[in-house]
């Protein structure tokens, strides 16, 4: 129904930038969220970032400042640009949308496949 498609992921050495993106396409009605999430190797997933069509963007503690969540009117694509980026933001990074397939529908999620960021030291 909903597919995302991520990209953007890769290798960067400690102080560097990556920019994420996240596509969404399928029989969508409206998006009334984007986000990103990660989950490093033993750790629980986390919300990274989130930009939601009425009321802005949020972030998790840990990356603000360094990353910025961005995307289009529709909110079918959106940017995660990471900026100096430290070992521990090493993960893999998550889309999720929460979208409503026609009118009058509720709201449900999806996620992409992920897309593995490393940052070395």
């Known amino acids: 129904q909903v597919q995302l498609e991520e990209a953007g992921g890769g290798l960067v050495q400690a102080g560097g930038s990556l920019r994420l993106s996240c596509a969404a396409s399928?029989?969508?009605?409206?998006?009334?969220?984007m986000s990103w999430y990660r989950q490093a190797p033993g750790k629980e997933r986390e919300l990274v970032a989130a930009?939601?069509?009425?009321?802005?963007?949020n972030y998790a503690d840990s990356v603000k400042g360094r990353f910025t969540i961005s995307g289009d009117s529709t909110l079918n694509t959106v940017y995660l640009q990471m900026n100096s980026l430290k070992p521990e933001d090493t993960a893999v990074y998550y889309c999720?949308?929460?979208?409503?397939?026609?009118?009058?529908?509720?709201?449900?999620?999806?996620w992409g496949q992920g897309t593995q960021v490393t940052v070395s030291s």
């Open positions: 999720k949308t929460s979208a409503i397939l026609a009118p009058r529908g509720y709201a449900a999620d999806y």
């Open positions: 399928g029989v969508i009605f409206a998006i009334n969220a």
């Open positions: 930009i939601l069509s009425k009321s802005g963007t």
